[in-house]
């Protein structure tokens, strides 16, 4: 099979469009990952772009939504709310603003695809299109 340079630069090209369109999609929906971790004995633990953030604002509320506490973590990204029985849920604040609540006692979900897996394959079955799509155009010129 034989690649016209015209082809090969259509295809650099679009190429270079996916990796920009899902890199910028990623950066903007995900740039900013904030989660809270449980831990044992009422403690819990602000991760932030898989490490743990030790700039976040806690605010605890009650089953209500009433603010009951609010605070820092400590430098490990840790937070202690085992002395606030009334606590119902805890809400996370990075220094950028972004935020994330968590019911306490409610399971936490860890992100089970990895994007860059998917943007892989998603490249890997647009290559393959695309190589089919130009060898059936080179047969209908003959």
Known sequence: MIFTNKTIIILIAVIIMLFSLVGITYAHGHGHDISIKPLEG????????????NEAEITIYNELENKVVEGSVDQEGKFDYSNIP?????????????????????????????PIIVLLVVLVLFLIAAVFYYKNQEKSKQ
């Open 42 to 53: 009422g403690v819990i633990q602000v991760i932030s772009n898989g490490s743990f953030s």
């Open 86 to 114: 009334e606590a119902a849920s805890i809400v996370a604040t990075d220094s950028m603003g972004n935020h994330t609540e968590w019911q306490i006692g409610a399971e936490v979900s860890e992100r089970d695809v990895n």
